[in-house]
């Protein structure tokens, strides 16, 4: 292929090749037209490892248990200062993340820009979420584990579409004594991670690394996280960040850029108190938590907040009478909230990665989820641009809304081959409402 992989003809091509997807679930030998071979391929087994086009939309997570145990044991753990040194330090400059994952595509480590690494976790690239072609599929370091080989994948030739705004290049990492795949470095970013430059740098530090275990001249203990400057942005001197947004496990920001996984009580007394930010009495918040239905008492479960926060992030606590945080915390709902009060579309988009926490049955929380996805429903049908709006289509809550695929096809140019995609939503679904 002579065209550059995110030049807008190849680019036009990968998304025409979108809208045969269905087409070749029932036609499994159908060609996808100027597709590269190894991401057509790719694209054929992620359709029969995700049932379908409109598949798994969420990586698969380990626990932070897991998560632990996995570093402490892995050969990345040791190399750790020489990755840092060769690729997320020059990725902190050009606005890249470096992540880290093991031979099954769980990362390990994912690292660089602050900005990036935030805007890359509203679609789960995390430490802890599983990447591999099973879990994800067509991306670089699913397609490099799975090939063995190094590899690009530049925006739509990524399998979902809410990877389309990146690009990533992965190259596979293996054990110098038996040549058996242990792991996989990922660079992701804008177009700058399949620059011709990209593989090169990927290869050179892959190299050191298994250099490095060939001399066995590493100490064993594993480095520290590296630290990282608090992003820019609205939360911008606020200390602790929680996500309960989309389909992963709440997680509260710890120091060095770390996470910690929340129960999804904690999450929600945490989400209602930022919610509700002057405070709650305790039999308002009570009556938000739990309802009618008896169960444990809030002052218990206050108890174990405290008692986890005061391990997690002692930075932050919890008053009483009435019940508010002290220590400066944000949660993305209260974010995306703001974003969309300031007209933000794209940020509130961005911060929001789903509903709020949405296993939660709470009374309280399930108002909270409502309302954020009317919200945010509403401003994108109203003010979002196309690029806003085929972010959001993407989405699995927008998956059978009519009214989102109808004003995509209104706002995309007549010759964008985007249309042949939202002709088939639209097309589907006025079928399945007849």
Known sequence: MTLPLSGPTY?????????????????????????????????????????????????????????RDVRQGHRLSPVLPIIRRLLVDPALDAGLIVALGNAEGQLLWVEGDPVARRRAETMGFVPGADWSEASMGTSAPGVALYSGRPVQVSRAEHFHPVVHPWSCSAVPLRDPADGRIVGVIDLTGGDEAVSPLALPLLSAAAEAVQSAWRDHALPAPVAPPLAMPSPPGPDAGREV?????????????????????????????????????????????????YGHHAGTTLRAEMHRLRRFLAVSVPSLSIRSRPYRLDGGLVTDAVLARDALRRGEVGAALSQAAGPVLPRSVSPGITEIRRQLEADLRESVLENAGIEDLWSYAGRPEAAGDLDVWMTALQLLPADSPRRSLAVSAVERLQAEGA
């Open 11 to 67: 680019q036009q091509a990968v998304e025409r090749a979108h809208g045969e997807l269905a087409a070749l679930t029932r036609f499994p030998g159908r060609g996808l037209g100027q597709l590269r071979g190894e991401v057509a391929d790719s694209w054929r087994r992620s359709l029969v490892n995700l049932g379908g086009p409109a598949g798994r939309r969420e990586p698969r997570m380990v626990s932070d248990d897991d998560l």
């Open 241 to 289: 960040l929680v996500r309960v947004t989309g389909g992963l496990p709440p997680r509260v920001s710890g120091p060095h850029g770390t996470w910690c996984e929340a129960s999804g009580k904690h999450a929600e007394i945490l989400t209602l108190l930022d919610w509700h930010g002057p405070g709650l009495g305790g039999a308002e918040l009570e009556d938000l938590l």
